[in-house]
């Protein structure tokens, strides 16, 4: 499956929006149909980027079979183990900005990270691990501060 740009971030957790006129249309090809967004990003939005590596059977099952252009790249034995594993996704929430973006996901995410964590390690770390990923709030002490101070403003 391809990977893109997943949901806009705004009101609502899922915020719709994703498809609008003026902007790229829906893909219609096997595999491109089922991204969430093709729309032109600009400075202030917040969108989450949600790679993943998906084992969905019947898709599988076309990419195994004989006929399929696929299969000789494929270890057929090796992915019969993982066939029934589901699969994983990882989510960043991201805002776009004049030169890029800033990353608020703080969870581990590099190998490094993940196994220090898994060995009982203590999170947030205090040395980014992959300054490229632009987790700019990764080694503050309080992340959430800003936020937790706009709610109690709030009515």
């Given at each position: 499956?391809?990977?893109?740009?997943?949901h806009?971030?705004?009101?609502?957790?899922?915020?719709?929006?994703?498809?609008?006129?003026?902007?790229?249309?829906?893909?219609?090809?096997?595999?491109?149909?089922?991204?969430?967004?093709?729309?032109?990003?600009?400075?202030?939005?917040?969108?989450?980027?949600?790679?993943?590596?998906?084992?969905i059977?019947?898709?599988?099952?076309?990419?195994?079979?004989?006929?399929?252009?696929?299969?000789?790249?494929?270890?057929?034995?090796?992915?019969?183990?993982?066939?029934?594993?589901?699969?994983?996704?990882?989510?960043?929430?991201?805002?776009?900005?004049?030169?890029?973006?800033?990353?608020?996901?703080?969870?581990?995410?590099?190998?490094?990270?993940v196994?220090?964590?898994?060995?009982?390690?203590?999170?947030?770390?205090?040395?980014?691990?992959?300054?490229?990923?632009?987790?700019?709030?990764?080694?503050?002490?309080?992340?959430?501060?800003g936020?937790?101070?706009?709610?109690?403003?709030?009515?």
């Amino acid at each position: 499956m391809p990977h893109g740009l997943g949901h806009l971030i705004g009101i609502d957790t899922h915020d719709v929006g994703g498809y609008l006129p003026g902007h790229p249309e829906r893909r219609t090809e096997a595999g491109l149909k089922s991204l969430r967004t093709a729309r032109i990003l600009k400075t202030g939005m917040t969108i989450t980027v949600e790679p993943g590596c998906y084992f969905i059977r019947s898709l599988l099952e076309d990419a195994t079979s004989s006929t399929s252009p696929f299969v000789s790249y494929i270890d057929v034995d090796v992915l019969e183990e993982y066939k029934d594993f589901g699969g994983v996704r990882l989510e960043d929430v991201v805002e776009i900005t004049q030169d890029g973006c800033v990353n608020y996901t703080i969870c581990p995410r590099t190998v490094k990270e993940v196994e220090y964590v898994m060995g009982g390690g203590k999170w947030p770390p205090t040395v980014d691990d992959m300054p490229e990923l632009k987790r700019t709030r990764l080694l503050d002490p309080a992340p959430l501060r800003g936020i937790v101070d706009a709610e109690k403003t709030l009515p």
